[in-house]
């Protein structure tokens, strides 16, 4: 059974930084992209940030220049490093997954169950 467990949010200030971590846990063969999406109370959920499996990056226009998302392949890791918070970036954080479960299968999205990130004075 895969697993994605985020971790790292919490309540900060405007301006503080926070960095999430995602990993990816169980019986796969391989991960392709991964991905950060938040969803705000009565917003849809929308991308924050993508990383190919070569290290290719893409922001939404939004967190461009504050936000960096990164990983660690051998460890089936994601981060994202967030630098000065607004409070629109108040949201639930999901991390994202392709992954392969075996070479008979196709790529599957799985998602982790998300992490508050809450941004106040």
């Known amino acids: 059974q895969v697993q994605l467990v985020e971790s790292g949010g919490g309540l900060v200030q405007p301006g503080e930084s926070l960095r999430l971590s995602c990993v990816a846990s169980?019986?796969?063969?391989?991960?392709?992209?991964m991905g950060w999406y938040r969803q705000a109370p009565g917003n849809q959920r929308e991308l924050v940030a993508s990383?190919?499996?070569?290290?290719?990056?893409n922001y939404a226009d939004s967190v461009l220049g504050r936000f960096t998302i990164s990983r660690d392949n051998a460890k089936k890791m994601v981060y994202l490093q967030m630098n000065s918070l607004r409070p629109e970036d108040t949201a639930v954080y999901y991390c994202?997954?392709?992954?392969?479960?075996?070479?008979?299968?196709?790529?599957?999205?799985?998602w982790g169950q998300g992490t508050q990130v809450t941004v106040s004075s």
């Open positions: 990383i190919t499996g070569g290290g290719s990056t």
């Open positions: 994202n997954a392709q992954i392969l479960l075996s070479s008979s299968s196709k790529w599957s999205d799985y």
């Open positions: 169980g019986s796969f063969l391989a991960i392709k992209d």
